[in-house]
């Protein structure tokens, strides 16, 4: 086992510990919100591609882990469970923004192109907008599996656990996604 790992268990069995035992709640939540605030917002936000979604949606996966800790069993890592809210959180903002969605995501004049380049949080280059373009394109499922083997570098088991789906079936789904997105830069250059 590699010192980070072992050193992300030690974190976990301390926040947890501090967690259940109601003199140290508050703590143990605190500590839980710092040590994996930035990597859920980074998770999120390249399902959601905006900031200010983005922090929307964190809002709402910590208000979610917030009401939820208590039931938390351990039978699965911590951040694995996190992740999983988070993930969740982002789909259902996704079919929210999508049901009433005004804009055309491949209209270059009002979609994504623009959306991104009047983010003042956004500091990408037109690679990875040619690279958010493409995973627009992508099936929800695909997008998610993509995010988190590629950016967030997680195992198919840990992804396995976070979506309740086959390491088989997400080795698939992260090749079509593979293959879309090399054909659609391929197509965009």
């Known amino acids: 086992m590699s010192a980070e790992s072992e050193n992300n268990k030690d974190t976990e069995k301390k926040i947890l510990s501090q967690l259940r035992n109601s003199q ?9 919100v710092q040590t994996y605030q ?23 996966t910590f208000i979610k882990i917030f009401k939820g800790i208590k039931n938390f069993r351990g039978e699965s890592k911590l951040y694995t469970w996190l992740y999983r809210i988070a993930t969740n959180e982002s789909l259902t903002f ?4 999508k049901k009433y969605a005004t804009i055309e995501l491949d209209n ?15 500091d990408g280059d037109e690679a990875t907008i040619i690279l958010n373009k493409a ?14 083997r590629y950016y967030d ?14 390491v088989g079936g997400l080795k698939a ?11 659609f830069v391929k197509n965009a250059l």
């Open 24 to 32: 140290s709640f508050e703590q143990g939540f605190s500590t839980l």
């Open 38 to 60: 930035e990597r859920l917002y980074w998770h999120i936000r390249k399902m959601v591609t905006l900031h200010d979604d983005a922090d929307e949606v964190l809002q709402n």
């Open 94 to 97: 996704l079919k929210k923004r």
């Open 108 to 122: 270059e004049e009002s979609g994504i192109y623009n959306t991104l380049k009047a983010d003042s949080y956004f």
């Open 135 to 148: 995973l627009e394109t992508l099936p929800s499922k695909q997008k998610q599996v993509f995010i988190m």
């Open 153 to 166: 570098q997680l195992t198919y088991k840990d992804i396995s656990d976070m979506l309740d789906t086959s």
């Open 173 to 183: 789904s992260y090749h079509h996604a593979v293959k879309k997105i090399e054909s």
